[in-house]
């Protein structure tokens, strides 16, 4: 009998590679559209079927591409057993079900050596992907613009403050918003852009043997460098003491050779910081309100805080604040 929880292109695959009586367990998925099973073949080790909405051209795809670019520093990523394009299936080293998130729980500041190892893979993304550089690699095409990091705060907008919020933005206060944005925007895509993960957080960090490996950089692309760190420090489902984070920022710096610069890095720090926190709150209100997945929900105020605390640490800010907090109690 056929089992609904396994889909035909995970049946397909085993039976084109010749992989007979193996138990499929589904996995829990992330906020993409793609599926997981682990494959658990009686007399071999296990592998995970990452399974996609559509078929796809190994030869062309962005995680390929960025795995082989990532391998090629290296950062530890998972190593890609196999793939079967038409069935939109692509076949995965198994790292086991651990995040960064799941080992730490909810607070982070007895694991400072980890977040280290983290920060450390930061550094190395960014230094050798100055000298791996090439058009073959898919990152070094797209990039963090003004265009791309706007949408992403009317993503904000749209799906947070007036999907899930229900604020009704008068015309003038919305103009105003926009002002404000786009100073942000300009600011941030003007810097220096570095290789970066795009998604670098406790989540896409699995943690096996005391080790880290990455996940799901697909979208990897050049942008500011201080947005992977933005994404780490200020993580949406981890609590990071201001100590700690301090603490690593430095560490980062010393690593570049550019502790010099510990004030001047800190204040691009908070504003990559505030418009990833404002991104994240925009997929939470729309896996919520347009998905009708709940999860998300749960990590909306640890994000809110960290928006208020750096609203109120830099000036700056006094008018995001100002229009902002109408529409949300907890930055006022």
Same mark, same amino acid.
């Given at each position: 009998m056929?089992? &609904?929880?396994? @889909? @035909?292109?995970?049946?397909?695959? +085993? =039976?084109?590679?010749?992989?007979?009586?193996?138990?499929?367990? &589904? #996995?829990?998925?992330?906020?993409?559209?793609? /599926?997981?099973?682990?494959?658990? &073949? &009686?007399?071999? =080790?296990?592998?995970? +079927?990452?399974?996609?909405?559509? @078929?796809?051209?190994?030869?062309t795809m962005p995680f390929a591409n960025t795995a082989a670019l990532f391998g090629a520093m290296p950062v530890p990523v998972p190593e890609i057993l196999?793939?079967?394009?038409?069935?939109?299936?692509?076949?995965? =080293?198994?790292?086991?079900?651990?995040?960064?998130?799941?080992?730490?729980g909810a607070a982070a500041d007895t694991h400072t050596a980890l977040y280290v190892q983290a920060v450390t893979f930061i550094d190395v993304i960014q230094r050798r992907g /100055?000298?791996?550089?090439? @058009?073959?690699?898919?990152?070094?095409?797209?990039?963090?613009?003004?265009e791309k990091l706007t949408w992403e705060l009317n993503f904000f907008v749209k799906h947070y403050l007036e999907a899930y919020r229900g604020a009704a933005i008068a015309p003038a206060d919305r103009q105003a918003l926009s002002a404000e944005f786009a100073r942000m925007v300009t600011e941030l895509a003007t810097e220096p852009r570095v290789l970066c993960h795009?998604?670098?957080?406790?989540?896409? #960090?699995?943690?096996?043997?005391?080790? +880290?490996?990455i996940i799901d950089f697909q979208d990897a692309r050049l942008g500011p460098d201080t947005y992977d760190l933005a994404s780490l420090l200020r993580d949406s489902y981890i609590d990071l003491p201001v100590s700690v984070l301090d603490e690593l920022l430095a560490y980062f710096l010393t690593l570049q050779g550019r502790s010099g =610069? /510990?004030?001047?890095?800190?204040?691009?720090?908070d504003q990559?910081?505030?418009? /990833?926190?404002?991104?994240?709150?925009?997929?939470?209100?729309?896996?919520?309100t347009a998905r009708q997945n709940p999860v998300y929900i749960q990590y909306i105020p640890r994000t809110l805080r960290y928006v208020r605390e750096t609203l109120e640490r830099d000036t700056r800010f006094a008018r995001l604040r100002e229009l902002l907090a109408p529409h949300v109690d907890e930055l006022r």
């Amino acid at each position: 009998m056929t089992d &609904p929880l396994i @889909p @035909p292109a995970v049946t397909g695959y +085993l =039976e084109r590679f010749g992989v007979a009586d193996a138990r499929v367990v &589904p #996995l829990t998925g992330d906020a993409s559209d793609r /599926r997981y099973f682990r494959i658990l &073949p &009686p007399n071999d =080790e296990s592998f995970v +079927l990452a399974v996609h909405a559509a @078929p796809f051209d190994y030869e062309t795809m962005p995680f390929a591409n960025t795995a082989a670019l990532f391998g090629a520093m290296p950062v530890p990523v998972p190593e890609i057993l196999g793939h079967a394009g038409d069935l939109g299936v692509l076949a995965l =080293e198994d790292l086991g079900d651990v995040t960064l998130q799941a080992h730490l729980g909810a607070a982070a500041d007895t694991h400072t050596a980890l977040y280290v190892q983290a920060v450390t893979f930061i550094d190395v993304i960014q230094r050798r992907g /100055r000298e791996l550089e090439s @058009p073959k690699y898919l990152p070094y095409g797209v990039a963090f613009d003004v265009e791309k990091l706007t949408w992403e705060l009317n993503f904000f907008v749209k799906h947070y403050l007036e999907a899930y919020r229900g604020a009704a933005i008068a015309p003038a206060d919305r103009q105003a918003l926009s002002a404000e944005f786009a100073r942000m925007v300009t600011e941030l895509a003007t810097e220096p852009r570095v290789l970066c993960h795009r998604d670098y957080h406790s989540r896409n #960090l699995m943690w096996r043997d005391g080790r +880290l490996r990455i996940i799901d950089f697909q979208d990897a692309r050049l942008g500011p460098d201080t947005y992977d760190l933005a994404s780490l420090l200020r993580d949406s489902y981890i609590d990071l003491p201001v100590s700690v984070l301090d603490e690593l920022l430095a560490y980062f710096l010393t690593l570049q050779g550019r502790s010099g =610069e /510990r004030e001047r890095f800190r204040r691009r720090f908070d504003q990559m910081a505030l418009q /990833r926190n404002l991104k994240a709150l925009g997929t939470f209100g729309y896996q919520t309100t347009a998905r009708q997945n709940p999860v998300y929900i749960q990590y909306i105020p640890r994000t809110l805080r960290y928006v208020r605390e750096t609203l109120e640490r830099d000036t700056r800010f006094a008018r995001l604040r100002e229009l902002l907090a109408p529409h949300v109690d907890e930055l006022r």
